[in-house]
Protein backbone atom coordinates (compact mmCIF):
# COMPACT_ATOMS: atom_id res chain seq x y z
CA UNK A 1 0.00 0.00 0.00
CA UNK A 2 0.97 3.79 -0.73
CA UNK A 3 2.47 5.16 2.37
CA UNK A 4 1.03 8.88 2.88
CA UNK A 5 3.46 9.83 4.83
CA UNK A 6 6.32 9.53 1.95
CA UNK A 7 3.87 11.15 -0.98
CA UNK A 8 4.44 14.42 -1.31
CA UNK A 9 2.11 16.44 -3.34
CA UNK A 10 1.57 19.91 -4.05
CA UNK A 11 -1.54 21.98 -2.96
CA UNK A 12 -3.80 24.85 -4.80
CA UNK A 13 -5.62 27.63 -2.20
CA UNK A 14 -9.00 28.65 -3.18
CA UNK A 15 -11.93 30.34 -1.14
CA UNK A 16 -14.72 27.58 -1.91
CA UNK A 17 -13.50 23.97 -2.96
CA UNK A 18 -16.74 21.65 -4.22
CA UNK A 19 -16.57 18.39 -4.70
CA UNK A 20 -19.16 17.14 -6.80
CA UNK A 21 -20.55 18.30 -10.17
CA UNK A 22 -23.55 17.74 -9.91
CA UNK A 23 -26.81 19.91 -9.04
CA UNK A 24 -26.28 20.98 -5.63
CA UNK A 25 -22.37 21.67 -6.52
CA UNK A 26 -22.39 23.56 -9.56
CA UNK A 27 -25.39 25.28 -7.82
CA UNK A 28 -23.13 26.41 -5.32
CA UNK A 29 -20.38 27.32 -7.48
CA UNK A 30 -22.56 29.53 -9.55
CA UNK A 31 -24.47 31.40 -7.07
CA UNK A 32 -20.38 31.93 -5.17
CA UNK A 33 -19.81 33.93 -8.87
CA UNK A 34 -23.08 35.81 -9.27
CA UNK A 35 -22.27 37.53 -5.69
CA UNK A 36 -18.76 38.32 -5.69
CA UNK A 37 -16.80 37.17 -9.19
CA UNK A 38 -13.59 37.61 -7.28
CA UNK A 39 -14.29 34.64 -4.95
CA UNK A 40 -12.44 32.02 -6.12
CA UNK A 41 -14.12 28.74 -6.75
CA UNK A 42 -13.23 25.05 -7.89
CA UNK A 43 -15.67 21.93 -9.09
CA UNK A 44 -14.16 18.78 -8.72
CA UNK A 45 -15.92 15.96 -10.93
CA UNK A 46 -14.75 12.10 -10.42
CA UNK A 47 -17.11 11.42 -13.76
CA UNK A 48 -15.21 11.81 -17.43
CA UNK A 49 -17.15 14.76 -17.57
CA UNK A 50 -19.67 16.92 -16.44
CA UNK A 51 -23.11 14.64 -15.88
CA UNK A 52 -21.17 11.65 -16.54
CA UNK A 53 -22.13 9.87 -13.25
CA UNK A 54 -25.54 11.66 -12.92
CA UNK A 55 -28.52 9.51 -12.53
CA UNK A 56 -32.34 10.49 -11.64
CA UNK A 57 -35.48 10.33 -12.83
CA UNK A 58 -36.57 13.09 -13.80
CA UNK A 59 -39.21 15.27 -13.62
CA UNK A 60 -37.63 18.73 -12.81
CA UNK A 61 -38.96 21.14 -9.83
CA UNK A 62 -37.85 24.44 -11.32
CA UNK A 63 -38.23 26.02 -7.97
CA UNK A 64 -34.05 26.20 -7.32
CA UNK A 65 -33.52 26.78 -11.16
CA UNK A 66 -35.87 29.56 -10.94
CA UNK A 67 -34.23 31.47 -8.04
CA UNK A 68 -30.74 30.28 -9.52
CA UNK A 69 -30.74 31.87 -13.26
CA UNK A 70 -34.72 33.28 -13.90
CA UNK A 71 -33.78 33.93 -17.33
CA UNK A 72 -33.00 30.06 -18.00
CA UNK A 73 -35.44 29.79 -21.02
CA UNK A 74 -33.68 32.52 -22.60
CA UNK A 75 -30.53 31.28 -21.85
CA UNK A 76 -31.38 27.42 -23.49
CA UNK A 77 -31.34 25.38 -20.98
CA UNK A 78 -32.72 21.67 -21.67
CA UNK A 79 -36.30 21.72 -19.95
CA UNK A 80 -37.96 20.91 -22.90
CA UNK A 81 -40.83 18.50 -21.78
CA UNK A 82 -43.37 20.27 -19.86
CA UNK A 83 -45.72 17.64 -18.01
CA UNK A 84 -49.48 17.70 -19.03
CA UNK A 85 -50.73 14.29 -18.40
CA UNK A 86 -50.14 12.74 -14.74
CA UNK A 87 -51.02 9.15 -13.85
CA UNK A 88 -50.96 7.06 -11.00
CA UNK A 89 -51.78 3.16 -10.85
CA UNK A 90 -51.45 0.40 -8.48
CA UNK A 91 -50.40 -2.23 -10.30
CA UNK A 92 -51.60 -6.01 -10.11
CA UNK A 93 -50.33 -9.16 -11.48
CA UNK A 94 -52.59 -8.56 -14.68
CA UNK A 95 -53.95 -5.10 -14.66
CA UNK A 96 -54.04 -2.12 -13.10
CA UNK A 97 -56.20 0.41 -10.95
CA UNK A 98 -55.97 4.16 -11.69
CA UNK A 99 -55.53 6.24 -8.44
CA UNK A 100 -57.56 9.64 -9.42
CA UNK A 101 -55.81 12.73 -8.82
CA UNK A 102 -58.17 14.82 -7.25
CA UNK A 103 -57.63 13.22 -3.55
CA UNK A 104 -54.03 14.18 -3.27
CA UNK A 105 -52.49 17.04 -1.81
CA UNK A 106 -51.40 20.00 -4.11
CA UNK A 107 -47.75 18.77 -3.49
CA UNK A 108 -48.00 15.64 -5.70
CA UNK A 109 -49.18 17.78 -8.79
CA UNK A 110 -46.43 17.98 -11.76
CA UNK A 111 -47.96 21.36 -13.48
CA UNK A 112 -45.28 23.47 -13.98
CA UNK A 113 -42.45 20.39 -13.73
CA UNK A 114 -40.24 19.33 -16.58
CA UNK A 115 -39.38 15.97 -17.88
CA UNK A 116 -35.30 16.32 -18.11
CA UNK A 117 -32.43 14.09 -18.41
CA UNK A 118 -30.42 15.49 -15.30
CA UNK A 119 -27.18 14.84 -16.76
CA UNK A 120 -27.94 17.45 -19.12
CA UNK A 121 -28.85 20.30 -17.58
CA UNK A 122 -26.14 19.35 -14.92
CA UNK A 123 -23.68 19.85 -18.77
CA UNK A 124 -26.05 23.33 -18.90
CA UNK A 125 -24.80 24.11 -15.48
CA UNK A 126 -21.11 23.73 -16.01
CA UNK A 127 -21.22 26.27 -18.77
CA UNK A 128 -22.82 28.47 -17.31
CA UNK A 129 -20.40 27.96 -14.17
CA UNK A 130 -17.14 28.04 -16.84
CA UNK A 131 -19.06 31.74 -18.17
CA UNK A 132 -18.85 32.96 -15.30
CA UNK A 133 -14.86 32.26 -14.12
CA UNK A 134 -15.62 28.86 -12.49
CA UNK A 135 -12.90 26.31 -12.86
CA UNK A 136 -14.48 22.98 -13.12
CA UNK A 137 -11.73 19.67 -13.38
CA UNK A 138 -13.39 16.50 -14.75
CA UNK A 139 -12.09 13.03 -13.82
CA UNK A 140 -10.49 14.49 -10.73
CA UNK A 141 -11.85 12.39 -7.97
CA UNK A 142 -11.86 13.47 -4.77
CA UNK A 143 -10.35 10.29 -2.84
CA UNK A 144 -8.79 11.93 0.39
CA UNK A 145 -10.23 14.38 3.15
CA UNK A 146 -6.91 16.78 4.25
CA UNK A 147 -7.81 17.32 7.84
CA UNK A 148 -6.34 20.00 10.27
CA UNK A 149 -7.37 18.58 14.25
CA UNK A 150 -10.86 18.28 13.71
CA UNK A 151 -11.51 20.81 10.88
CA UNK A 152 -11.68 20.29 7.10
CA UNK A 153 -8.92 21.99 5.46
CA UNK A 154 -9.08 20.35 1.97
CA UNK A 155 -9.50 17.19 -0.29
CA UNK A 156 -6.45 15.29 -1.98
CA UNK A 157 -7.94 14.68 -5.61
CA UNK A 158 -6.44 13.23 -8.80
CA UNK A 159 -4.14 10.54 -7.22
CA UNK A 160 -3.81 7.94 -10.39
CA UNK A 161 -2.11 4.95 -11.56
CA UNK A 162 -1.96 2.72 -8.74
CA UNK A 163 -0.99 -0.97 -8.67
CA UNK A 164 -3.68 -3.25 -7.92
CA UNK A 165 -2.00 -3.86 -4.39
CA UNK A 166 -1.69 0.37 -3.67
CA UNK A 167 1.22 0.43 -4.13
CA UNK A 168 2.57 3.61 -7.10
CA UNK A 169 2.64 1.94 -10.93
CA UNK A 170 5.37 3.23 -13.52
CA UNK A 171 2.44 5.81 -14.32
CA UNK A 172 1.71 6.90 -10.88
CA UNK A 173 0.78 10.65 -10.15
CA UNK A 174 -0.02 11.65 -6.98
CA UNK A 175 -2.67 14.19 -7.24
CA UNK A 176 -3.11 17.25 -5.63
CA UNK A 177 -4.41 18.71 -2.24
CA UNK A 178 -7.01 21.35 -3.01
CA UNK A 179 -7.40 23.68 -0.20
CA UNK A 180 -10.44 25.95 0.45
CA UNK A 181 -11.12 28.10 3.30
CA UNK A 182 -14.55 26.31 2.83
CA UNK A 183 -15.03 23.05 1.67
CA UNK A 184 -18.54 21.77 0.09
CA UNK A 185 -19.04 17.84 -0.13
CA UNK A 186 -21.84 17.96 -2.93
CA UNK A 187 -20.87 14.06 -4.01
CA UNK A 188 -24.36 12.79 -4.03
CA UNK A 189 -26.25 9.74 -2.02
CA UNK A 190 -23.96 8.08 0.35
CA UNK A 191 -20.40 10.03 -0.86
CA UNK A 192 -16.75 8.34 0.98
CA UNK A 193 -16.27 11.84 2.10
CA UNK A 194 -19.58 12.61 3.54
CA UNK A 195 -19.39 9.31 5.15
CA UNK A 196 -16.02 10.05 6.64
CA UNK A 197 -16.51 13.35 7.64
CA UNK A 198 -20.33 12.43 8.97
CA UNK A 199 -18.70 9.63 11.60
CA UNK A 200 -16.04 11.33 12.51
CA UNK A 201 -17.69 14.46 13.85
CA UNK A 202 -20.80 12.56 14.72
CA UNK A 203 -23.30 14.76 12.59
CA UNK A 204 -26.20 12.38 12.86
CA UNK A 205 -26.34 12.17 16.80
CA UNK A 206 -29.94 13.34 17.27
CA UNK A 207 -31.21 12.62 13.65
CA UNK A 208 -32.82 9.46 12.57
CA UNK A 209 -30.46 6.92 10.76
CA UNK A 210 -30.85 7.99 6.76
CA UNK A 211 -32.93 5.47 4.96
CA UNK A 212 -31.96 4.34 1.32
CA UNK A 213 -33.86 3.10 -1.98
CA UNK A 214 -32.11 1.48 -4.84
CA UNK A 215 -33.60 3.54 -8.06
CA UNK A 216 -32.94 1.43 -11.81
CA UNK A 217 -33.36 3.10 -14.79
CA UNK A 218 -33.50 2.38 -18.47
CA UNK A 219 -34.14 4.52 -21.47
CA UNK A 220 -36.00 3.22 -24.45
CA UNK A 221 -37.18 4.29 -27.46
CA UNK A 222 -40.54 3.35 -28.51
CA UNK A 223 -42.78 3.05 -31.61
CA UNK A 224 -43.92 6.89 -32.90
CA UNK A 225 -47.37 5.71 -32.07
CA UNK A 226 -46.61 4.87 -28.77
CA UNK A 227 -45.07 7.80 -27.41
CA UNK A 228 -46.78 10.77 -25.30
CA UNK A 229 -44.38 13.62 -24.75
CA UNK A 230 -45.26 15.08 -21.27
CA UNK A 231 -46.81 12.01 -20.24
CA UNK A 232 -45.83 11.38 -16.43
CA UNK A 233 -47.27 7.51 -14.72
CA UNK A 234 -46.11 6.69 -11.81
CA UNK A 235 -46.80 2.88 -10.45
CA UNK A 236 -46.69 0.78 -7.34
CA UNK A 237 -48.15 -2.06 -6.20
CA UNK A 238 -47.08 -5.32 -8.05
CA UNK A 239 -44.39 -6.90 -8.25
CA UNK A 240 -43.09 -6.05 -5.09
CA UNK A 241 -46.16 -6.47 -3.21
CA UNK A 242 -45.33 -7.35 0.25
CA UNK A 243 -41.97 -8.17 -0.23
CA UNK A 244 -40.34 -4.88 -0.31
CA UNK A 245 -41.69 -0.92 -0.74
CA UNK A 246 -40.95 0.74 -4.09
CA UNK A 247 -42.61 1.46 -7.36
CA UNK A 248 -41.72 2.69 -10.85
CA UNK A 249 -42.14 5.63 -13.17
CA UNK A 250 -42.67 5.68 -16.85
CA UNK A 251 -41.86 9.19 -17.79
CA UNK A 252 -42.27 10.36 -21.93
CA UNK A 253 -39.17 13.01 -22.50
CA UNK A 254 -38.30 13.83 -26.23
CA UNK A 255 -37.33 11.91 -29.94
CA UNK A 256 -39.67 9.10 -28.99
CA UNK A 257 -37.73 8.47 -25.67
CA UNK A 258 -39.08 7.14 -22.59
CA UNK A 259 -37.16 6.90 -19.32
CA UNK A 260 -38.58 3.84 -17.61
CA UNK A 261 -37.28 3.51 -13.78
CA UNK A 262 -38.00 1.34 -10.91
CA UNK A 263 -37.10 1.99 -7.45
CA UNK A 264 -36.90 -0.40 -3.82
CA UNK A 265 -36.85 0.71 -0.48
CA UNK A 266 -33.41 -0.90 1.12
CA UNK A 267 -35.31 -2.19 4.30
CA UNK A 268 -36.49 -5.02 3.04
CA UNK A 269 -35.93 -7.93 4.82
CA UNK A 270 -36.37 -11.10 2.72
CA UNK A 271 -32.40 -11.44 1.66
CA UNK A 272 -33.66 -13.68 -0.97
CA UNK A 273 -34.68 -10.47 -3.05
CA UNK A 274 -33.12 -9.34 -5.90
CA UNK A 275 -34.52 -6.13 -6.83
CA UNK A 276 -32.63 -5.94 -10.22
CA UNK A 277 -34.82 -8.66 -11.08
CA UNK A 278 -38.04 -7.05 -9.75
CA UNK A 279 -37.36 -4.27 -12.42
CA UNK A 280 -36.61 -6.73 -15.18
CA UNK A 281 -40.17 -8.33 -14.16
CA UNK A 282 -42.17 -5.45 -13.95
CA UNK A 283 -41.47 -4.76 -17.56
CA UNK A 284 -43.77 -7.39 -18.24
CA UNK A 285 -46.95 -6.07 -17.03
CA UNK A 286 -49.59 -5.73 -19.55
CA UNK A 287 -49.34 -2.00 -19.28
CA UNK A 288 -45.62 -2.13 -19.38
CA UNK A 289 -45.44 -4.09 -22.28
CA UNK A 290 -47.15 -2.88 -24.66
CA UNK A 291 -45.54 0.64 -24.09
CA UNK A 292 -41.96 -1.37 -24.85
CA UNK A 293 -42.38 -4.08 -27.51
CA UNK A 294 -41.28 -2.67 -30.51
CA UNK A 295 -39.02 -0.37 -29.18
CA UNK A 296 -34.85 -0.59 -28.04
CA UNK A 297 -33.47 -0.25 -24.66
CA UNK A 298 -30.49 2.60 -25.39
CA UNK A 299 -29.27 2.59 -21.57
CA UNK A 300 -29.14 1.15 -18.07
CA UNK A 301 -27.91 2.92 -14.96
CA UNK A 302 -28.47 2.62 -10.96
CA UNK A 303 -27.88 4.69 -8.20
CA UNK A 304 -29.35 4.87 -4.58
CA UNK A 305 -32.06 7.41 -3.19
CA UNK A 306 -31.39 8.95 0.21
CA UNK A 307 -34.79 8.76 1.73
CA UNK A 308 -34.85 9.44 4.79
CA UNK A 309 -36.72 12.58 4.85
CA UNK A 310 -36.42 15.80 7.10
CA UNK A 311 -35.82 13.53 10.33
CA UNK A 312 -32.34 11.91 8.70
CA UNK A 313 -30.95 14.94 8.10
CA UNK A 314 -27.67 14.85 9.88
CA UNK A 315 -26.05 18.65 10.98
CA UNK A 316 -24.99 20.30 7.75
CA UNK A 317 -22.22 22.50 8.77
CA UNK A 318 -18.96 21.48 10.54
CA UNK A 319 -15.64 23.35 10.78
CA UNK A 320 -14.26 24.41 7.16
CA UNK A 321 -17.33 23.27 5.42
CA UNK A 322 -21.13 22.00 4.88
CA UNK A 323 -22.58 19.07 3.58
CA UNK A 324 -24.76 19.75 0.18
CA UNK A 325 -28.09 17.93 -1.43
CA UNK A 326 -27.41 14.13 -1.73
CA UNK A 327 -24.88 13.95 0.83
CA UNK A 328 -27.20 15.13 3.20
CA UNK A 329 -30.87 13.66 2.04
CA UNK A 330 -33.47 16.07 0.63
CA UNK A 331 -35.45 13.95 -1.28
CA UNK A 332 -39.26 14.32 -1.29
CA UNK A 333 -39.61 10.61 -1.41
CA UNK A 334 -43.39 10.55 -2.34
CA UNK A 335 -42.73 13.23 -5.25
CA UNK A 336 -39.54 11.20 -5.97
CA UNK A 337 -37.94 14.60 -6.06
CA UNK A 338 -34.62 16.15 -5.02
CA UNK A 339 -32.91 17.72 -7.48
CA UNK A 340 -34.54 21.09 -6.80
CA UNK A 341 -33.96 20.67 -3.07
CA UNK A 342 -30.32 20.33 -4.04
CA UNK A 343 -30.22 23.26 -6.26
CA UNK A 344 -31.51 25.47 -3.14
CA UNK A 345 -29.24 23.79 -0.63
CA UNK A 346 -26.11 24.68 -3.05
CA UNK A 347 -27.33 28.68 -3.26
CA UNK A 348 -28.10 28.65 0.43
CA UNK A 349 -24.42 27.37 1.08
CA UNK A 350 -23.32 29.49 -1.29
CA UNK A 351 -24.81 32.83 0.28
CA UNK A 352 -23.66 31.60 4.29
CA UNK A 353 -19.62 31.49 2.40
CA UNK A 354 -19.88 34.35 1.05
CA UNK A 355 -21.01 36.18 3.62
CA UNK A 356 -18.41 34.67 5.73
CA UNK A 357 -15.72 35.39 3.39
CA UNK A 358 -16.42 38.99 3.26
CA UNK A 359 -16.59 39.05 6.72
CA UNK A 360 -13.07 37.83 6.58
CA UNK A 361 -13.80 34.59 8.24
CA UNK A 362 -12.70 31.00 6.94
CA UNK A 363 -12.27 27.55 8.48
CA UNK A 364 -15.59 28.22 10.88
CA UNK A 365 -18.64 26.81 10.75
CA UNK A 366 -21.51 28.04 8.39
CA UNK A 367 -24.43 27.83 11.04
CA UNK A 368 -26.52 30.26 8.71
CA UNK A 369 -26.50 27.78 6.05
CA UNK A 370 -27.99 25.14 8.51
CA UNK A 371 -30.37 27.04 9.99
CA UNK A 372 -31.54 28.28 6.24
CA UNK A 373 -32.24 24.79 5.06
CA UNK A 374 -34.15 24.02 8.47
CA UNK A 375 -36.48 27.16 8.31
CA UNK A 376 -36.70 27.51 4.36
CA UNK A 377 -37.99 26.24 1.33
CA UNK A 378 -36.18 22.72 1.47
CA UNK A 379 -37.44 21.78 4.86
CA UNK A 380 -40.99 23.36 4.06
CA UNK A 381 -41.05 21.16 1.12
CA UNK A 382 -40.06 18.26 3.01
CA UNK A 383 -41.66 18.82 6.14
CA UNK A 384 -45.08 18.32 5.07
CA UNK A 385 -44.54 13.95 3.72
CA UNK A 386 -42.08 13.55 6.57
CA UNK A 387 -44.38 10.62 7.73
CA UNK A 388 -45.14 8.70 4.37
CA UNK A 389 -41.47 6.82 4.34
CA UNK A 390 -42.11 5.37 8.15
CA UNK A 391 -45.57 4.39 7.98
CA UNK A 392 -44.63 2.53 4.88
CA UNK A 393 -41.58 0.88 6.39
CA UNK A 394 -44.15 -0.06 9.20
CA UNK A 395 -47.43 -0.58 8.68
CA UNK A 396 -47.35 -1.39 4.48
CA UNK A 397 -48.54 0.27 1.01
CA UNK A 398 -52.37 0.94 1.83
CA UNK A 399 -52.27 2.50 5.29
CA UNK A 400 -48.86 4.56 4.07
CA UNK A 401 -51.18 5.79 1.22
CA UNK A 402 -54.35 6.70 3.33
CA UNK A 403 -52.49 8.00 6.58
CA UNK A 404 -49.47 9.37 5.05
CA UNK A 405 -52.59 11.22 2.20
CA UNK A 406 -54.09 12.95 5.58
CA UNK A 407 -50.84 13.69 7.49
CA UNK A 408 -49.38 15.59 3.80
CA UNK A 409 -53.35 16.95 3.35
CA UNK A 410 -53.44 18.46 6.46
CA UNK A 411 -49.66 19.91 6.47
CA UNK A 412 -50.59 21.52 3.29
CA UNK A 413 -53.45 22.80 4.53
CA UNK A 414 -52.13 24.34 7.88
CA UNK A 415 -48.52 23.51 8.42
CA UNK A 416 -48.80 20.88 11.36
CA UNK A 417 -48.53 17.49 10.67
CA UNK A 418 -51.41 15.38 12.90
CA UNK A 419 -49.10 12.36 13.40
CA UNK A 420 -46.21 14.24 14.69
CA UNK A 421 -42.58 13.01 12.90
CA UNK A 422 -42.30 8.99 12.99
CA UNK A 423 -38.92 7.57 13.52
CA UNK A 424 -37.72 5.26 11.73
CA UNK A 425 -35.53 3.00 14.23
CA UNK A 426 -33.15 0.19 12.24
CA UNK A 427 -30.80 1.07 9.31
CA UNK A 428 -31.48 -0.60 6.02
CA UNK A 429 -28.37 -3.48 6.59
CA UNK A 430 -30.11 -3.73 10.36
CA UNK A 431 -33.64 -4.86 8.42
CA UNK A 432 -32.27 -7.32 6.54
CA UNK A 433 -33.33 -10.64 7.78
CA UNK A 434 -32.12 -14.20 8.46
CA UNK A 435 -32.53 -16.61 5.17
CA UNK A 436 -33.72 -19.44 6.85
CA UNK A 437 -36.81 -17.42 7.64
CA UNK A 438 -37.64 -16.75 4.38
CA UNK A 439 -38.76 -18.44 1.19
CA UNK A 440 -36.19 -17.98 -1.80
CA UNK A 441 -38.09 -15.88 -4.80
CA UNK A 442 -38.02 -17.89 -8.31
CA UNK A 443 -37.56 -15.36 -10.76
CA UNK A 444 -38.14 -16.01 -14.42
CA UNK A 445 -35.33 -15.59 -17.08
CA UNK A 446 -34.95 -12.16 -18.97
CA UNK A 447 -36.17 -12.61 -22.61
CA UNK A 448 -33.72 -10.44 -23.74
CA UNK A 449 -36.73 -8.06 -25.44
CA UNK A 450 -38.10 -6.71 -22.62
CA UNK A 451 -36.07 -7.52 -20.02
CA UNK A 452 -32.33 -8.23 -19.93
CA UNK A 453 -29.80 -10.12 -17.78
CA UNK A 454 -27.18 -8.06 -15.35
CA UNK A 455 -24.45 -7.61 -17.27
CA UNK A 456 -25.67 -7.52 -20.83
CA UNK A 457 -27.63 -4.26 -19.20
CA UNK A 458 -24.13 -2.84 -17.64
CA UNK A 459 -22.77 -2.83 -21.19
CA UNK A 460 -25.57 0.08 -21.45
CA UNK A 461 -24.24 2.11 -18.72
CA UNK A 462 -21.10 2.36 -20.47
CA UNK A 463 -18.77 1.65 -17.30
CA UNK A 464 -15.00 1.13 -17.62
CA UNK A 465 -12.58 1.11 -14.87
CA UNK A 466 -8.75 0.63 -15.32
CA UNK A 467 -8.54 -3.07 -14.24
CA UNK A 468 -4.98 -3.24 -12.94
CA UNK A 469 -5.66 -0.36 -10.13
CA UNK A 470 -7.00 -1.42 -6.42
CA UNK A 471 -10.60 -2.39 -5.97
CA UNK A 472 -12.67 0.56 -5.15
CA UNK A 473 -14.88 -1.94 -3.13
CA UNK A 474 -13.09 -2.73 -0.07
CA UNK A 475 -13.91 -5.49 2.34
CA UNK A 476 -12.93 -4.71 6.25
CA UNK A 477 -12.92 -8.52 6.67
CA UNK A 478 -12.87 -10.71 3.49
CA UNK A 479 -14.00 -13.81 5.85
CA UNK A 480 -17.27 -12.25 6.35
CA UNK A 481 -18.87 -12.75 2.68
CA UNK A 482 -18.08 -16.44 3.17
CA UNK A 483 -18.46 -17.30 7.17
CA UNK A 484 -21.04 -14.76 8.19
CA UNK A 485 -23.10 -13.44 5.27
CA UNK A 486 -23.37 -16.38 3.27
CA UNK A 487 -24.78 -19.03 6.24
CA UNK A 488 -27.25 -16.25 7.83
CA UNK A 489 -28.39 -14.42 4.78
CA UNK A 490 -27.61 -16.45 1.75
CA UNK A 491 -24.94 -13.43 0.99
CA UNK A 492 -27.46 -10.81 -0.36
CA UNK A 493 -24.53 -8.99 -2.36
CA UNK A 494 -25.40 -11.32 -5.19
CA UNK A 495 -29.22 -10.06 -5.56
CA UNK A 496 -28.63 -6.91 -4.57
CA UNK A 497 -26.39 -5.25 -6.39
CA UNK A 498 -27.53 -3.65 -9.89
CA UNK A 499 -24.23 -4.54 -12.08
CA UNK A 500 -23.34 -7.92 -10.62
CA UNK A 501 -20.20 -6.47 -8.78
CA UNK A 502 -20.61 -9.27 -6.30
CA UNK A 503 -20.19 -13.14 -6.83
CA UNK A 504 -20.22 -16.48 -5.07
CA UNK A 505 -18.18 -18.96 -6.59
CA UNK A 506 -17.49 -22.78 -5.76
CA UNK A 507 -14.32 -24.42 -6.75
CA UNK A 508 -13.39 -27.87 -5.58
CA UNK A 509 -16.65 -27.81 -2.72
CA UNK A 510 -15.20 -24.16 -1.68
CA UNK A 511 -16.80 -21.21 -1.73
CA UNK A 512 -15.39 -18.07 -2.90
CA UNK A 513 -16.62 -14.67 -2.77
CA UNK A 514 -15.43 -12.47 -6.13
CA UNK A 515 -15.74 -8.48 -6.35
CA UNK A 516 -15.79 -7.91 -10.00
CA UNK A 517 -15.20 -4.31 -9.33
CA UNK A 518 -15.19 -3.33 -13.79
CA UNK A 519 -18.74 -3.43 -13.58
CA UNK A 520 -19.52 -0.89 -10.96
CA UNK A 521 -22.18 1.54 -11.53
CA UNK A 522 -21.15 3.71 -8.34
CA UNK A 523 -24.70 3.17 -7.02
CA UNK A 524 -23.54 2.62 -3.09
CA UNK A 525 -25.76 -0.29 -2.80
CA UNK A 526 -23.15 -2.58 -0.82
CA UNK A 527 -21.97 0.26 1.05
CA UNK A 528 -25.77 0.55 2.33
CA UNK A 529 -27.26 -2.89 2.59
CA UNK A 530 -24.71 -5.54 3.30
CA UNK A 531 -26.28 -6.60 6.90
CA UNK A 532 -22.59 -7.00 7.77
CA UNK A 533 -21.44 -3.04 7.43
CA UNK A 534 -18.21 -4.87 5.56
CA UNK A 535 -17.83 -3.13 2.17
CA UNK A 536 -16.75 0.10 2.37
CA UNK A 537 -17.19 1.78 -1.10
CA UNK A 538 -14.47 4.41 -1.99
CA UNK A 539 -13.65 6.51 -4.96
CA UNK A 540 -11.84 4.77 -8.37
CA UNK A 541 -9.31 6.97 -9.81
CA UNK A 542 -10.95 9.84 -11.40
CA UNK A 543 -13.03 9.51 -14.65
CA UNK A 544 -13.67 5.73 -13.86
CA UNK A 545 -17.56 4.49 -14.10
CA UNK A 546 -20.32 4.58 -15.83
CA UNK A 547 -20.40 7.22 -18.77
CA UNK A 548 -24.32 8.29 -18.86
CA UNK A 549 -25.09 9.81 -21.94
CA UNK A 550 -28.62 11.43 -21.48
CA UNK A 551 -29.07 10.09 -17.98
Same mark, same amino acid.
Given at each position: $????????????????? %??????????????????????????????????????????????????? +?????????????????????????????????????????????? =????????????????????????? $??????????????????????????????????????????????????????????????????? /??????????????????????????????????????????? +??????????????????????????????????????????????????????????????? %??????????????????????? +???????? +??????????????????? !?????????? =????????????????????????????????? %??????????????????? !??????????????????????????????????????????????? /????????????????????????????????????????????????? =? /??????????????????????????????
Amino acid at each position: $MTDETQIERESMEYDVV %IVGGGPSGLSAAIRLKQIDPEIQVVVLEKGSEIGAHILSGAVLDPAGLNRL +IPEWKEKGAPLNTEVVDDNFFVLGEAGQVRVPNWPMPPLMNNHGNY =VVSMGNVCRWLAEQAEELGVEIFPG $MAASQIVWDGNRVKGVVAGEMGLNADGTPGAMYEPGMELHGKYVFIAEGVRGSLAKEIIEKLNLSDG /HEPQKFGLGMKEIWEVQPEKFQKGRVVHTMGWPLGKNAGGGSF +IYHFEDNQVLVGFVVHLNYANPHLYPYAEFQRFKHHPMVAELLEGGKRVAYGARAISEGGLQS %IPELSFDGGVLLGCSAGMVNVPR +IKGNHNAM +ISGIEAAEAAAAALKEGRE !GDRLTAYDEA =VRKGDIAKDLKKVRNVKPIWSKLGLWPSLMLGG %IDMWVSNLTGWNPLGTWKH !GKTDAQATGKAKDFQPIDYPKPDGKLSFDRLTNVAFSFTNHEESQPA /HLELKDPSIPIKVNLPEYAEPAQRYCPAGVYEVIEEGGEARFQINFQNC =V /HCKTCDIKDPSQNINWTTPQGGDGPNYPNM
